[in-house]
């Protein structure tokens, strides 16, 4: 656990470090679930995307921001949804900081390769940007881009956090196959990832 703004962020090593490895490479996950079940997830028993990682000589890590897994949760948490987001980027950029900082103390590295998924490349691209000297290369999957006639505006009176379901995260694992074809993602593969889902929320089992 590293300490940010009174949080506790969990971070840990995917794996052991195979020998020669790169600089540390370090996951960052996107909106709505944790590192653990997105780059650390074995679908059927296959290897996860950190299996890979490591197979290909990077030594991985990965880490929760704070509301996700293993870290801590915002204290209005606690409490019923109110307007004003929590963890905006400058909040999740000092949570990605701390974590270099931690994985380059553990490895003696001097800076740090960012595999970033979805909401997460917001948070690594801006780090790169405001700390180029620790990163050494930035990799965005799926990265969140601009559109052409978006608007920020009424964006303070989003509720603060909410309530995403097994069901929810199973819907959008499908959302985008092609009709026709066959899902990726069956039933029965879902189903030990939806219960390690719930099981990340000291609230969603009481």
Known sequence: MVQV???SIHVARF???PPGASAPLIYVHGATFPALLAAGWRFADKLSWADN???AGYDAWGFDFAGYGASSRYPQMAEPAVPGPLGRSGDAVRQLGAVVN?????TGSRNVILLAHSWGTIVAARFAAEHP???ERLVLF???LRRLGGS?????TL???DLVTAEDQLKRFREDVPAGEPQLITDAMFAPWGRAYLETDPAALA
């Open 15 to 17: 794996g052991d470090a």
């Open 133 to 135: 000297s620790f990163v």
């Open 53 to 55: 990682l490591i197979e």
């Open 152 to 156: 920020l505006d009424g964006i303070d």
């Open 102 to 106: 931690h994985v380059t103390t553990e």
């Open 142 to 144: 799926g990265p969140i």
């Open 159 to 161: 509720a603060g956090w």
């Open 5 to 7: 703004d009174g949080l």
